[in-house]
């Protein structure tokens, strides 16, 4: 407990309360939210903001129900504002992370893009990853296939995982393992949530 009996925020614990579901899990599978000084609701994906947070798992249908219910002011016990188009500025700032970790990724020499370079890369097992842009041939992307025990990433644009690698389009890239490999599996799921549809399959299954 806190001072005057108050609970505390404990943001070092791996579990959290989302206050749409009422469901526990881990930190990873929800967003946190703070309330900023003039009572406006902003999205604290680093979970460095001041002040108690307030969860919301990582689902667009639950971002835009928190916001259409009055959810936030209920967990806040305050007035608070709510930005309009909560889950379009969410699904922005998370895209704009995994794009920035995978850059991070590159230039510590764990990652690669490119048809022939991934290709070798799983060829060799080295691949832990495999990323693949929401929007290129289908044909070409079913010739890559996830790495045995890896994970697939295939929600961002071509455009957006470019920006990783300093061009203007990327379809295929891979991550090796170590660095920053968990925190860009982890961020990318919180994107697809997002971006994903209930129903839609985004993980490619290896032959």
């Known amino acids: 407990m806190g001072r005057a009996g108050q609970p505390k925020d404990r943001t070092d614990g791996p579990d959290r309360k989302c206050i749409v579901t009422g469901e526990v899990q881990p930190k990873h599978g929800l967003i946190r939210f703070a309330v900023g000084p003039e009572g406006q609701i902003a999205p604290d994906l680093m979970e460095k903001l001041p002040g108690r947070g307030i969860w919301v798992s990582a689902d667009r249908a639950a971002l835009d129900k928190a916001a259409a219910k009055g959810l936030f002011a209920r967990a806040a016990k305050q007035p608070v504002q709510v930005p309009e188009g909560l889950s379009d500025l969410v699904e922005a700032l998370l895209a704009k992370r995994v794009v920035n970790l995978i850059s991070l990724a590159r230039k510590g020499g764990r990652a690669v893009s490119g048809y022939e370079k991934v290709k070798i890369m799983l060829g060799k097992e080295e691949a832990r990853v495999l990323i693949q842009a929401s929007d290129g041939s289908e044909r070409g992307k079913s010739k890559l296939s996830t790495p045995q025990g890896g994970s ?27 660095g920053l490999l968990q925190p860009v599996v982890e ?13 839609e399959t985004a993980r490619r299954k290896g032959k």
């Not at 697939?152 to 170590?178: C, D, S, V």
């Not at 990318?188 to 994903?196: D, N, S, T």
């Open 152 to 178: 697939f990433i295939g929600w961002l644009t071509a455009n957006e995982l470019g920006q990783a690698f300093g061009r203007q389009t990327t379809i295929h890239a891979a991550l090796g393992a170590g």
């Open 187 to 199: 961020e990318a799921a919180r994107l697809k949530g997002l971006r994903v549809s209930d129903g």
